[in-house]
């Protein structure tokens, strides 16, 4: 039992590497069929499900790293006569489009949580 749970810490490895399970079933050594039964267990999906939430966190926390950076570029763009209208306006839109779907995703988390806070306080009571 163990070593399977090593080759499933494998296949998961694999997977999150960019192979597809048959080729990930056939780089750690696991039969295909193998592979997709265990791709199909609870436990193999939230472990898979955890590793691909470890890979978006990293990802995002690189990208917050150079936000600053990049928002930079995006004000000297935004600021420069010299740099066609188009461009600028291409940059605007960009700033514009992604602080509209911030300030929506910040006001659906707050209203996610009263929401959340309720049903536990009605959970609480009953």
Not at 68 to 76: C, D, N
Not at 85 to 90: D, F, G, Q
Not at 94 to 121: F, P
Request: charged share 25%; glycine share 4%.
């Amino acid at each position: 039992m163990a070593r399977n749970k090593q080759k499933q810490a494998q296949l998961i490895a694999a997977i999150m590497s960019g192979l597809s399970v048959r080729d990930a079933a056939a780089q750690v050594g696991v039969n295909y069929q193998t592979a997709r039964i265990w791709h199909m267990e609870p436990d193999f999906k939230q472990q898979l499900a955890d590793a691909r939430k470890l890979l978006i966190a990293d990802a995002l926390d690189k990208q917050l790293s150079i936000a600053r950076t990049a928002s930079e570029v995006i004000a000297a763009i935004l600021g420069d006569p010299s740099v066609p209208p188009s461009v600028r306006l291409k940059a605007a839109e960009g700033v514009l489009d992604r602080v509209t779907t911030w300030l929506e995703l910040s006001d659906l988390d707050a209203r996610l949580t009263i929401i959340e806070e309720r049903h536990a306080a009605e959970q609480a009571e009953g």
